[in-house]
């Protein structure tokens, strides 16, 4: 019997069904399982107090991430550096102790392969293609930059997850978003997937797995990929999915946890199958043109605040939406920004080049390539590279690109979340301005009253060189 | 966890669209190991207005929350749920949950309520003076003056939520269909079956 056609998301999904129920919803198997030491510690406690264990301790791997200072992990001597914060010192000390407990390996704080789960995964080759992966995060739509189905999911989820090594899912609704055309020079995939914000608003994915098609999607490298999908949850979607190919084969083959030999060959055979049939229908379509897209920056509290660093601030007024008007009244009086305002004339003060959106190594090297030989601006008091891994940490080295950096006047730090969130000791000072390559701007997102502006590492670097918001084509 | 069949009282007539739950609670109340205590935080930027709603008088303590489209949005922090549950809240009212927050609050007891802009307009308005009752096994929320409307909501967790049922306990009881499928993956996807 010919099936009918499906897309990537219904291949990978009909693949790991382990049960389908009478109304839809599906016991749904769970490949590959990230654990960071945040949204971990109540769903082991639950475990614990219900003498449950572990159901697949060889398809979970743990990473601590949120909560290290970015700030060497050991001393001249060699010795461990305590951390400080009591209280992201307990959220560790859990994580250490509940791994082995329940026999989780854990990356730690001081090994060189640690850094931000989702830089971790891919880079380990723990995360692959056509596999389901979940953490309790929700920037896990990354790793669908690989053609993985993934999604971020609660504490309670986690601890469904390990204990039964599946999830109660309902399917979700199927969007493309197909960005056809070339791309202009100084517009990164963080601009793409900024733009692809815009356009859909922060909820236009919500109930959707969105698929990333087009000509665009598929000339970005697989870091590029990883930066597009990572963004997805940003405009509501359950996971962002770019199909498999031959690129994404070379970047998974020989990593540590990656298949081989003859497996790798059938491995390899199945996920060229995953790709989505001619002829399958999605439930929503958007049609981007490369053409269109800019290097992009937010001007206010939502990722979809997105204007081309050639704009200007809109004005509330220009909202159809009475509601969004009011938000963007607000959003404008937090970012101490006026309607009208060129984002070119925005003064920074800080510059966090990062996160799990934009700290890979290409990342780190298209930033170096606009700082080498310049120094940032000296209304830039505080700039800081913190690279998504150890390991990435070590090639930029070899790279000379950390000299590149201090350089420059910026701090070259140890791997981690750092000042994407305001829960270690990297924060952006109230009232100060931020370019970030991290993902959200929410309000305090980068500490209290902190202002951050969302854009790429080229842009960052720009923005570092001229003090101000800046378009990185100009210099 | 309790069963839930009805939700009644006061609502907190909040309204705004696109709450992320960076507002519903800030990073740094996320450092807990527990579950317990963070209503604290709970809309922690909001509540340094001496006149919000969550510590009038009037709405402190409220089971109830109407919001307006796209609520807990960003990250997938449970706290939220928790947030709410510490400050009292059993119910929330919106056009639209994100899919993360609304798996959040039902594996935790809260009840999301999906109504159209419409009706959230008019619970918004009977909210600043009068309560609201919820009837779950009805799928109805009715008002003091006669208005009902009816919601639609999963047969599975309404049965969880009526029922007060532990989804971990349930699925492990599928442990045999789990096996099965495993054997079948270590056959066709062996790569995934395994870490190398």
């Known amino acids: 019997m010919a099936s009918r056609p499906r897309t990537l998301y219904e291949k990978i999904w009909d693949a790991h069904v382990v049960e389908r129920r009478d109304d839809g919803t599906c016991l749904i198997y769970i490949d590959r399982h990230l654990v960071h030491e945040v949204t971990s510690p109540q769903a082991f406690e639950a475990l614990r107090l219900a003498g449950r264990t572990v159901r697949r301790p060889d398809l979970t791997l743990a990473v601590p991430d949120h909560n290290v200072p970015t700030t060497p992990r050991r001393d001249a001597a060699g010795h461990r550096v305590p951390i400080a914060d009591a209280e992201s010192a307990q959220q560790l000390q859990a994580l250490e102790r509940n791994a082995p407990e329940f026999g989780i390996r854990l990356i730690g704080d001081t090994d060189v392969e640690q850094g931000i789960v989702h830089v971790v995964g891919p880079e380990q080759g723990f995360s692959l293609p056509g596999a389901t992966i979940v953490c309790g995060d929700s920037h896990t739509a990354c790793h669908g930059g690989l053609g993985a189905l993934a999604f971020g999911i609660g504490t309670s989820e986690v601890e469904h997850v390990l204990a039964t090594q599946t999830l109660l899912l309902a399917q979700s609704k199927t969007m493309e978003v197909r960005v056809e055309g070339q791309l202009g020079p100084g517009v990164t995939a963080k601009d793409v997937v900024l733009h692809i914000g815009g356009v859909l608003r922060a909820s236009g994915g919500t109930g959707y797995v969105v698929e990333y098609t087009g000509s665009a999607i598929r000339d970005l490298t697989i870091e590029g990929r990883l930066t597009v999908s990572n963004m997805a949850i940003e405009h509501g979607a359950r996971a962002g999915l770019i199909a498999p190919d031959d690129k994404t084969f070379a970047y998974v083959k020989g990593r540590p946890y990656a298949p081989k030999g003859e497996e790798w060959d059938k491995a390899v055979a199945w996920w060229r199958s995953l790709a989505t049939d001619p002829g399958a229908r999605y439930d929503k379509v958007v049609v981007i043109d490369a053409g269109d897209i800019v290097p992009s920056v937010t001007w206010g509290t939502s990722p979809e605040d997105v204007v081309p660093i050639t704009g200007t601030v809109p004005a509330p007024e220009s909202f159809a939406d009475p509601s969004k008007q009011d938000a963007a009244r607000k959003s404008l009086e937090y970012m101490g920004l006026t309607a009208g305002q060129k984002l070119t004339e925005v003064e920074i003060q800080n510059v966090f080049i990062g996160s799990c959106t934009n700290s890979r190594i290409e990342d780190l090297r298209a930033a170096a390539a606009v700082l080498k030989g310049k120094t940032k601006a000296r209304n830039v008091k505080w700039a800081i590279v913190v690279p998504g891994s150890g390991l990435v940490k070590r090639q930029a080295e070899q790279e000379g690109l950390d000299r590149i950096f201090t350089d420059a006047g910026f701090e070259w730090r140890e791997p981690g979340c750092s000042a994407c969130l305001g829960m270690n000791p990297d924060k952006v000072p109230p009232g100060e301005r931020c370019a970030s390559t991290s993902n959200r701007n929410f309000v305090g997102r980068q500490g209290p009253g902190a202002r951050t502006h969302l854009v790429s590492p080229a842009t960052a670097a720009a923005s570092a060189v001229a003090g101000r918001l800046a378009d990185v084509r100009a210099i | 966890m309790d069963p839930l069949r009805e939700v009644s009282g006061r609502a907190i ?155 971990v306990g349930l699925t492990m009881a599928r442990g045999a269909q789990i096996s099965d499928y495993e054997r079948q993956a270590r056959e066709n996807t062996p790569w995934l079956a395994h870490t190398a």
């Open chain 2, 13 to 167: 007539p909040f309204g705004r669209k696109n709450v992320d739950t960076d507002v519903i609670i800030p990073a740094k109340w996320l450092k807990t190991i527990t579950r317990e205590g963070l209503g604290k935080g709970a809309f922690e930027s909001l509540r340094t207005d001496p006149d919000n709603l969550f510590d009038s008088p009037e709405f402190s303590g409220s089971p109830i929350l109407i919001a307006g489209d796209n609520f807990g949005c960003g990250s997938s922090r449970e706290h939220a749920a928790w947030a709410l549950l510490d400050l009292g809240i059993k119910a929330v009212i919106a056009p639209s949950f994100s899919d993360i927050f609304s798996g959040n609050a039902f594996k935790n007891g809260i009840l999301t309520v999906v109504l159209p802009q419409d009706a959230i307009d008019r619970l918004m308005e009977v909210a600043q003076t009068d309560p609201l009752a919820i009837d779950l096994e009805h799928q109805t929320v009715t008002t003091p003056f006669q208005d009902r409307f009816t919601f639609a909501i999963d047969p599975f967790r309404k049965h969880c939520l009526l029922n007060g049922l532990d989804e």
